[in-house]
């Protein structure tokens, strides 16, 4: 089933050339399309407020659209291919363009705008017989998640006395989600949101305890979304459990809008980026997860049970049991999943370690003490459906190997990291296996850098900062880059202007651009139609500025994108091939 049209892994289309542009370009013979920009309508029945280009769209009418920042992304289908749910990441905002006089002024309505910009949405699209795509608005699945919506913590954490606060004395019950990097969708047909950089909303205190410290939580992180000012929950020195309810993998089911979204804590706490979930042979789900966060680890959940048919009704607790690992590479080119079990491997009472909540809870500290292996800011994984090979893109780090910092080894072999690397493994036997072969598929970088660790090893067009991954159903690796508005065009980043998109035949390694996206953009969110003839990418951030981005003063648009006029508006866009056939070949 994984060969769509017998077409195999083929990669047909002409190389994109790299360069400076405000626009999104494609190789020819494509199109794209832009679909619900941030502040679009999301349909919610008899709540459809317009979009202002002042952005005086007040709170209340940002919990009824488009977020902004869009970044991972799934499609689910309900007339096969051509009509379904396309449920999508609100990162994060640029407070400068969210409100008319950016931050000016700070107020608890700006608060609220901020968080109902944040978290999921759920949207409906239906294709036409000429390969164009409509939202339907109003949809009867039409939700907005925001980072003030009622969610329940499941799983062995739930209910731990380190999740228990004022407002929440059972532990169970938390407000909202955030910062909601990439994702994972389920074949139970759920979607997987992931919890990354929630330290960046949590003001810390001048005496960090050694847990707030490991996880980053320190004073002056308020100052960049500036909730805890009116939202004291975000203040740790009043609520100093409320971090402990984020850095979760949530779940959503997109059929049934009235559904509570559920953090599943035996997944494990991290600044999670992405959950590639297959399933074994015998039908257990297998979870792969990067925590993108420098020196951060690789993670895999294996549910106890297998999945049952009956949709999300009949899965609802699959997530709450089973075994989680992380991942040990070693310099021989295997590796061993090492299980974050209380009682294994040391991770006992004296370490802290009493109950299975607390290693769950306390993941990078069990981690630590497992001996697992610091990487390179694990981004997205993603399974190759063909050969069932797992690939995990290790963005960059420009602190390895420097003074104080983790040394090279040999899956992270660069030091001063900053082009990153693609990963893969196979696993010995089936999913579930505990040990695996690992090599590189790629270290990212551009030849024409004079320092040695710059250049990289790619067959093909230039590339650095890999971020976005997804092996397609025919096999075809798409790698979408996130170099950050500091460093595009700058430094060893000077041939490379905008963020990319790139396909790959991960059998031939040659890896072709196939995308480029506007200016001070990242490329992100990655999901296919079953057909593979409509390829659906979020374009986030797409102007923002090199200094900070939440600077009242600074020039509102550096990229017109995608209206020509006004603020910049990040947007999901579907790809199509002018002939109506698979995207790449
Ligand atoms: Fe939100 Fe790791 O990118
Ligand atoms: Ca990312
Ligand atoms: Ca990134
Ligand atoms: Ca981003």
Known sequence: SGNVSGLGRAIGFKSVPMAAVDTVVVPEGYSTQVLYRWGDPTGIAGAMPAFKT????????????????HDGMAFFPLEGSNRGLLVLNHEYVDDGLLHPDGMKTWTPEKVRKSMNAHGVSVIELQRDSAGKWTQLAPSRFARRVTALTPMTLTGPAAGHAMLRTAADPSGTQVLGTFNNCANGHTPWGTYLTCEENFADYFEGTDTPDAHQKRWGIKKGNGAKYRWHEHEARFDVSKHPNESNRYGWVVEIDPQDPTSTPRKRTALGRAAHEGAATALTNDGRAVIYMGEDSRFEYIYKFVSRDAVKPGGAAANRDLLDHGTLYVARFDVDGTGEWLPLVQGKGGLVADKGFTTQGDVLIKARQASDLLGATKMDRPEWTTVDPLTKEVYCTLTNNSNRGGAGQPFMDAANPRSNNTMGQI?????????????????????????????????????????????????????????ETDVSTSTLGKGEYANLPNNQMLACDPTKGEIRRFLLGPAGCE????????????????????????????????????????????????ATIAITKNDGGVIGT
């Open 523 to 570: 490329i992100t969110g990655l999901t296919a139609t079953p057909d593979l003839r409509t390829l659906f990418i979020n374009i986030q951030h797409p102007g923002e500025p090199a200094n900070e981005r939440s600077d009242p003063e600074r020039p509102l648009a550096v990229s017109k994108w995608p209206d020509g006029a006004g603020r910049p508006r990040s």
């Open 54 to 69: 002042d952005g005086s769209n007040t709170a209340e009418e940002q919990a009824l659209q488009a977020g902004m920042h």
């Open 423 to 479: 990963i893969r493994w196979k696993e010995t036997g089936d999913l579930d296996a505990t040990k695996f072969a690992w090599n590189h598929l790629v270290l990212a970088g551009d030849p024409k850098q004079s320092r040695y660790e710059a250049q990289g090893n790619i067959k093909g067009d230039t590339f650095g900062s890999p971020d976005g991954l997804m092996v397609d159903a025919r096999g075809v690796l798409w790698i």
